[in-house]
């Protein structure tokens, strides 16, 4: 299986920007689609935003629509999200994830997972 790292995370004030990325070593990915969760203290791990494995298709969820944006580079086999006019309500721990074929479906189960990067936004 992959193995997944993220960064990017860190502390920013409320409607600043941060951009998180996720890097494969040991093997491509290429043809996965890649996925974002995130879980905040307390809270069950939830579905962030998607992507397929030629870019032509991607999704988020209803909470960060219009301000998250997944993306992609196959030839670097890494995965990222820019997430701007970030609010308190987005603290949590992002995670990576890698061959989530089920994505579109509902299906949250995927083959490989990052370690998990934090995000915390404050004023």
């Known amino acids: 299986q992959a193995q997944l790292v993220e960064s990017g995370g860190g502390l920013v004030q409320p409607g600043e920007s941060l951009r998180l990325s996720c890097a494969a070593s040991?093997?491509?990915?290429?043809?996965?689609?890649m996925a974002w969760f995130r879980q905040a203290p307390g809270k069950e791990r939830e579905f962030v935003a998607a992507?397929?494995?030629?870019?032509?298709?991607?999704d988020s969820s209803d909470s960060v629509k219009g301000r998250f944006t997944i993306s992609r580079d196959n030839a670097k086999n890494a995965v990222y999200l820019q997430m701007n006019s970030l609010t308190p309500e987005d603290t949590a721990v992002y995670y990576c994830?890698?061959?989530?074929?089920?994505?579109?479906?509902?299906?949250?189960?995927?083959?490989?997972w990052g370690q998990g990067t934090q995000v915390t936004v404050s004023s």
């Open positions: 992507i397929s494995a030629s870019s032509a298709i991607s």
């Open positions: 040991g093997r491509t990915f290429s043809d996965k689609t």
């Open positions: 994830a890698s061959d989530c074929p089920g994505i579109w479906t509902g299906r949250r189960i995927c083959s490989s």
